[in-house]
């Protein structure tokens, strides 16, 4: 096992000193399981896929923003579509 000398400013110190009691354990033990936890999971990010994911679902809200457009700036659809109103007073009967 290798250790290793880490060095921390007060506000630090002192976070990491809440985190570790708010699970009980010592700061020591806090930062042993903070290493395993993050190095040893991957969170790598496929950047490529991120941008692709967001071209998709640019189209598609695109797609959504221009259903009914009349070409005049007027949406049609609002009218048809029950979301859109207001419940009358009084509620249903």
Same mark, same amino acid.
């Not at 190095?39 to 809200?61: C, P, Q, T, V």
């Given at each position: 096992?290798?250790?290793?000398?880490?060095? @921390?400013? %007060? %506000? @630090?110190? @002192?976070?990491?000193?809440?985190? &570790?009691?708010?699970?009980?354990?010592?700061? %020591?033990?806090?930062?042993?399981?903070?290493?395993?936890?993050?190095?040893? &999971?991957?969170?790598?990010?496929?950047?490529?896929?991120? &941008?692709?994911?967001?071209?998709?679902?640019?189209?598609?809200?695109?797609?959504? &923003?221009?259903?009914?457009?009349?070409?005049?700036? /007027?949406?049609?659809?609002?009218?048809?579509?029950?979301?859109?109103?207001?419940? /009358?007073?009084?509620?249903?009967?």
């Amino acid at each position: 096992m290798k250790e290793y000398v880490v060095k @921390l400013n %007060e %506000e @630090l110190d @002192l976070e990491l000193e809440k985190r &570790a009691q708010s699970q009980g354990v010592s700061k %020591e033990q806090y930062l042993d399981n903070w290493a395993k936890l993050f190095l040893s &999971a991957s969170h790598s990010i496929d950047r490529e896929e991120f &941008a692709k994911g967001y071209e998709e679902m640019g189209a598609i809200n695109l797609g959504l &923003a221009n259903i009914g457009d009349c070409g005049n700036g /007027k949406t049609e659809h609002k009218k048809r579509l029950n979301i859109f109103r207001r419940p /009358k007073s009084g509620g249903r009967k």
